[in-house]
């Protein structure tokens, strides 16, 4: 096993703390690459992440784990695109799962009536739940999903279980142990809240045209908002005409979409495929068709500023986490170097993964959190 220097200096302050924790978590998010999406399951990944969400709650209480959560969230949605329907997704699971996480801790956990694993259990279980109802209300509001609910309880139990168990060892690892500072020490990095009127008005009003196809059933409306959206994302990236196209790369959940509305649905029977509906393949179109709006949306919120708006309401929100929200601002700037690093890391055999998840995580971890160390530790000194 891979040995490593203690992440956190005492003299690094607690949003050099923060910050490290956040990579750590980036680099969780990125184990989860490795292992493939049930078309049918597309809310299914292990939420390796919970680790550090349960030793920040445990480490720095309730409210500053919700300002993590939307931070990572916003760090993800950065880089990856922001859209309705990935911002519902992510939000609704992460902030969910952290309010339970964080009342099981303070009711249960601190008097030791209950440990990590059945806190991450309860946290998955309640991740999923909470990514359910937005896949039923937003994308599916079909009875078949109910199906879904065994698998949703027993992957909880499975992956929750070996999350719970790697809390501990993942704590040792980023420095949980270490002496936090109770200040932003040298580290002063401001928010760029710049944001033009216009800018914020085109983010609100794209929010507003989003939503309200929620409550579109006409098929040509839809079609033309596709088409309309498509074309404004090649308009905002007139060098890359192939972001027109760019809602195919999620083919997974379109496959979801198809499952539930095509085979779980009742009406006349299509003569050519009786095993299907005609209800059914119109409202699998009509879904695909806003499905496909709301990822489009990524491109109109990043040259729109979206990250600005949403910062600036963070620090509106939460005044006194000055020190969480300049680690995100660390985090924010060396997020795609861990990622790639991360990636570059996940040559990990499931099989090895799901039977031995703490001795694979552990050599994991330990091998990417030299490179985290150096760049908190040049951080810092770039800062003073």
């Keep these: 096993m891979i040995s490593t220097p203690s992440l956190i200096k005492q003299d690094n302050g607690a949003a050099l703390q923060k910050a490290v924790w956040l990579l750590a978590a980036v680099a969780l998010n990125a184990v989860e690459l490795a292992i493939p999406r049930v078309p049918f399951l597309p809310w299914l990944k292990p939420g390796f992440a919970n680790i550090i969400t349960i030793l920040w709650i445990i480490r720095f209480g ?17 880089y990856f695109g922001f859209s309705l329907f990935t911002l519902s997704l992510s939000f609704s699971g992460g902030l969910l799962s952290t309010v339970v996480m964080s009342a099981l801790w303070v009711t249960l956990g601190k008097r030791k009536l209950i440990g ?10 309640f991740h ?98 596709a088409i309309l959206f498509s074309l404004t994302a090649v308009m905002i990236n007139p060098k890359k005409p192939a972001v027109f196209f760019y809602p195919v790369k999620f083919y997974m959940l379109f496959i979801f979409i198809a499952a539930t509305y095509l085979f779980f649905s009742y009406g006349a029977r299509l003569d050519l495929l009786p095993f299907l509906t005609r209800d059914g393949l119109f409202s699998f179109v009509k879904q695909s068709l806003r499905l496909w709006c709301w990822l489009q949306t990524v491109h109109i919120f990043k040259k729109f500023k979206f990250h600005e708006l949403f910062m600036g309401a963070l620090q509106k929100f939460f005044p006194g986490k000055k020190e969480t929200l300049a680690a995100g601002m660390i985090a924010l700037k060396h997020f795609p170097e861990i990622t790639r690093l991360a990636k570059s890391k996940t040559k990990i055999p499931i099989t090895a993964l799901l039977l031995k998840p703490k001795m694979v995580l552990t050599e994991y971890m330990n091998s990417i959190n030299s490179r985290i160390a150096l760049i908190v530790d040049n951080e810092h000194v770039e800062k003073d």
């Design 128 to 225: 999923n739940a909470g990514q359910f109802f937005v896949v039923y209300f937003i994308m599916s509001q079909n009875i078949s999903l109910l199906g879904q609910i065994p698998f949703m309880l027993g992957a909880s139990i499975v992956f929750g279980g070996i999350v719970g168990i790697l809390v501990p060892v993942a704590a040792r690892i980023i420095g949980f142990y270490g002496n936090a500072g109770n200040s932003i020490a040298s580290v002063n990095i401001t928010v760029n809240q710049t944001a033009e009127f216009i800018d914020k008005i085109i983010v609100v009003l794209t929010f507003a045209a989003s939503i309200s196809l929620m409550f579109v059933n006409n098929f040509f409306v839809l079609t033309i908002a």
């Design 116 to 125: 990590t694993a059945g806190i991450a259990m309860t946290g998955a279980l």
């Design 62 to 78: 309730f409210t500053d784990a919700i300002l993590y959560t939307a931070l990572r969230v916003w760090i993800s949605g950065f």
